[in-house]
């Protein structure tokens, strides 16, 4: 199995314990898109959005002494953001409804992060 494969195997296991997820983009650190599901034509934008998000949020962890940075998490009206770190290459970004339970969110998404950071 290819890593665009593997990379798509564990994201598709993600999408079936969180169903409720909207889009799942992996993105380098970088910005650029390594692989995703669901989202569309706007998945550039939101792979560079997601790692900017992610490096600011390590600089702000780091400038206040917060320690390393775990997730970072935009609530909206409509949406949630999560960005998780995939070791320090990439980025593991999830958006959401609304309501949704951040909770089961994070565990499974922590998860997924590491199985992804052993992939890439």
Do not use: C, W
């Not at 665009?4 to 598709?12: D, F, G, K, Y």
């Amino acid at each position: 199995m290819s890593k665009q494969e593997q990379l798509q195997a564990v994201l598709s296991k993600l999408k079936s314990a969180l169903p409720e997820l909207q889009e799942i983009i992996i993105a380098s650190s970088d910005g650029l898109p390594i692989a995703q599901l669901g989202g569309g034509e706007g998945s550039s934008r939101v792979a560079a959005m997601a790692a900017t998000a992610h490096g600011l949020g390590k600089r702000i962890s780091t400038t206040s002494n917060l320690g390393d940075l775990l997730e970072t998490v935009i609530i909206g009206s409509q949406a949630n953001f999560v960005a998780y770190a995939i070791g320090d290459r990439a980025v593991l970004a999830l958006t959401m409804p609304a309501g949704s339970n951040l909770g089961l969110v994070r565990l499974e998404a922590q998860e997924t992060a590491r199985q992804l950071a052993e992939i890439i």
